[in-house]
């Protein structure tokens, strides 16, 4: 249904409930007669446009949730990764580069195994 066959419809429903309630409320019923007539129509009309909308927005409402929920894993796990290459693995290989040089100054082999053999022929 159309939502201006759907407003159409509501303003049709309250022409027709509002007099009835006022007919009510004449025979000297109870207020809370008076006022369940009249929201009948709006009662129907939240339940036919509210309800859908409700559930979208629910459901968006989880779909972006999970969306964001993944999207920080991922970035906590990179950060996780970037702070383990710059607080581990970097200081490891500066030192592992640092004593490489003073192998290389000392005349050493480098971290290279001779055998048992001199390096001097």
Same mark, same amino acid.
């Given at each position: 249904?159309?939502?201006?066959?759907?407003? &159409?419809?509501?303003?049709? =429903? *309250?022409?027709? &409930? *509002?007099? $009835?309630?006022?007919?009510?409320?004449?025979?000297?019923?109870?207020?809370?007669? $008076?006022l /369940?007539?009249? &929201?009948?129509p $709006?009662?129907? @009309?939240?339940?036919?446009?509210?309800?859908p909308? +409700?559930?979208? @927005?629910?459901?968006?409402?989880?779909?972006?949730?999970?969306? +964001?929920?993944?999207? !920080?894993?991922?970035? /906590?796990?990179?950060? &996780?990764? #970037?702070?383990?290459? #710059?607080?581990?693995?970097?200081?490891?290989?500066?030192?592992?580069? #640092?004593?490489? @040089?003073?192998?290389?100054?000392? !005349? !050493? =082999? /480098? /971290?290279?195994? =001779? !055998?048992?053999?001199? =390096?001097?022929?």
């Amino acid at each position: 249904m159309s939502t201006i066959k759907l407003l &159409a419809l509501a303003l049709l =429903t *309250l022409c027709v &409930a *509002l007099p $009835v309630a006022g007919l009510v409320a004449l025979a000297g019923l109870p207020i809370l007669v $008076v006022l /369940g007539v009249a &929201a009948i129509p $709006v009662a129907v @009309l939240l339940l036919v446009v509210g309800l859908p909308l +409700f559930l979208l @927005l629910v459901v968006g409402t989880a779909i972006v949730g999970v969306v +964001f929920g993944l999207l !920080g894993a991922v970035v /906590g796990i990179g950060v &996780a990764l #970037l702070k383990v290459a #710059l607080l581990v693995a970097l200081p490891l290989w500066g030192i592992a580069w #640092l004593l490489g @040089l003073t192998r290389d100054r000392r !005349g !050493g =082999t /480098g /971290g290279r195994s =001779t !055998g048992g053999r001199s =390096t001097v022929r």
